[in-house]
């Protein structure tokens, strides 16, 4: 059984950042498709930012773009989401998900095999 384990949510202000993370003892992230989700209560879970392979090409959400970037941590075995000037909306359950079959529609769910348990992200004053 593959194990994604995400930490880092919390509550933060709106215009605050975040920065939640995602690792696995079970394999090498480098070599696999890595996305990060959300879902928002009522919501159907929506991709966020996604890294189909390791030569550093990431996709956004438009909903994100220019706030929100997956980061590879090599060293580590972590991915990052690095998550600036979050507002209301992005409230939600963020899950972290990988798959080994290359994909190029990285920012869909049904591309991937493995999901975290999530983390819970509120932005609320």
């Known amino acids: 059984q593959v194990q994604l384990v995400e930490s880092g949510g919390g509550l933060v202000q709106p215009g605050g950042s975040l920065r939640l993370s995602c690792t696995t003892p079970q394999f090498a992230l480098d070599s696999w498709a890595i996305g990060w989700f959300r879902q928002a209560p009522g919501k159907e879970r929506e991709g966020v930012s996604c890294s189909p392979t390791i030569d550093g090409r990431t996709y956004d959400a438009d909903s994100v773009k220019g706030r929100f970037t997956v980061v590879r941590d090599s060293a580590r075995n972590t991915m990052w989401l690095l998550m600036n000037d979050l507002k209301p909306e992005d409230t939600g359950l963020y899950f972290c998900?990988?798959?080994?079959?290359?994909?190029?529609?990285?920012?869909?769910?049904?591309?991937?095999?493995?999901w975290g348990q999530g983390t819970l992200v509120t932005v609320s004053s």
């Open positions: 998900a990988a798959t080994d079959v290359p994909t190029a529609r990285c920012l869909l769910t049904a591309e991937y095999k493995y």
